[in-house]
């Protein structure tokens, strides 16, 4: 089964620290989307990939996140500085230009201390 | 700009039985979809099920089916026949719309299914 994947699936790391995540999407999907999900609460999104290009991100996403697509392939997702406000489950989801489903990776979740 | 509603925090069923989870929308787009994902305790969201809002009839894929009410802005999930491994969240979603397609979700629903 070649669906999402995401690495790592947790992390604990302590406030100060710079973290970054992997998401490798469905081979064929050239649209790749990540989220952020608090407890209680449905996943929201935070940046958009199309192929390489990031073409939006939202206000959720601070100065202190970048998101990388070299190559259109997997992506990845830096947080510097980290918060305890950060702690959260990262989701990372795909999806082809002629399909309106978009499908998640495992998630990440990130517990800061 | 797009809203989802849902107003059932938790909901229990016994096994065997069917439920139906509720969901409410607000869009001003013409045409728009919606969207039910499952997340289990594990936290992958598992898609289920997609409506189109022009589509004629309403969804269905194996025990799922959604119970698309235009008028009222609904699309109810409802779960035929519930197992055991039915119990999880239940998140309704929907496209912000333009180009991104980014989804925007309710709260979600808890689904205890009991033996």
């Known amino acids: 089964d070649t669906g999402v994947s995401q690495d790592p699936r947790h992390k604990i790391t302590k406030r100060g620290q710079n973290v970054t995540f992997r ?3 469905i081979s064929e999907h050239n649209r790749l989307y990540w989220y952020r999900q608090t407890l209680g609460q449905g996943p929201e999104f935070l940046t958009y990939f199309q192929n390489e290009a990031q073409l939006e991100k939202s ?46 990776g495992p998630g990440t979740r990130l517990t800061v201390t | 700009a797009q809203k989802i509603t849902q107003t059932q925090p938790g909901m229990f069923v016994q096994e065997k039985e069917a ?6 929308y607000d869009t001003s787009d013409p045409s728009y979809g919606l969207f039910w994902y499952k997340q289990p305790s594990s936290g992958e ?39 055991l491994g039915d119990s999880a969240m239940y998140f ?18 808890l689904l205890a299914v009991q033996p």
């Open chain 2, 92 to 109: 309704c979603a929907m496209p912000r719309g333009g180009a991104t397609n980014k989804l925007i979700f309710g709260t979600g629903t």
């Open chain 1, 59 to 104: 206000r959720l996403l601070s100065d202190r996140f970048s998101a990388e697509r070299p190559k259109g392939s997997f992506s990845t997702l830096e947080i510097q500085r980290t918060e305890q406000g950060d702690s959260a489950m990262y989701l990372c989801a795909s999806r082809r230009d002629t399909d309106y489903e978009q499908y998640f």
């Open chain 2, 19 to 24: 439920v139906t989870l509720d969901c409410t």
């Open chain 1, 23 to 25: 998401c490798d999407p």
């Open chain 2, 45 to 83: 969201m598992i898609f289920l099920i997609y409506q189109g809002s022009y589509d004629q009839q309403n969804a269905t894929e194996g025990r799922y089916s959604l119970n698309f009410q235009k008028a009222r802005k609904s699309a109810n999930l409802v779960i035929s026949a519930s197992q």
